[in-house]
Nanobody, 119 residues
């Protein structure tokens, strides 16, 4: 079992920055992919950024150049640095821990943290 707890959300103005964090605990798997997803009211959940245990990263187009995903050395804390925030970034942001074992995907999710960007 993996537990994920997000923090760092809040209300900011357009152009400002936020840094989200996700603390992982429990039976985490060494070979894994962790990522950030977001969901706005009336919209589907979408991938923001993800990072492998080896440090390879992938970003959604809207995040590239503005957001940076990273992990602490011990791989137990996931971060998302968000710069130049826009009202369109308003959403609940979720932390994800994913493994694929024998072709079976195993996902764990945090409860989410609210990000609100106002003009």
């Amino acid at each position: 079992q993996v537990q994920l707890v997000e923090s760092g959300g809040g209300s900011v103005q357009t152009g400002e920055s936020l840094r989200l964090a996700c603390a992982a605990s429990g039976n985490t798997v060494t070979i894994n992919v962790m990522g950030w997803y977001r969901q706005a009211p009336g919209h589907q959940r979408e991938m923001v950024a993800k990072i492998t245990n080896l440090g390879s990263t992938d970003y959604a187009d809207f995040a590239s150049g503005r957001f940076t995903i990273s992990r602490d050395k011990d791989k137990k804390i996931l971060y998302l640095q968000m710069n130049i925030l826009k009202p369109e970034d308003t959403a609940v942001y979720y932390c994800n821990h994913r493994t694929v074992i024998g072709g079976v995907r195993d996902d764990y999710w945090g409860q989410g943290t609210q990000v609100t960007v106002s003009s």
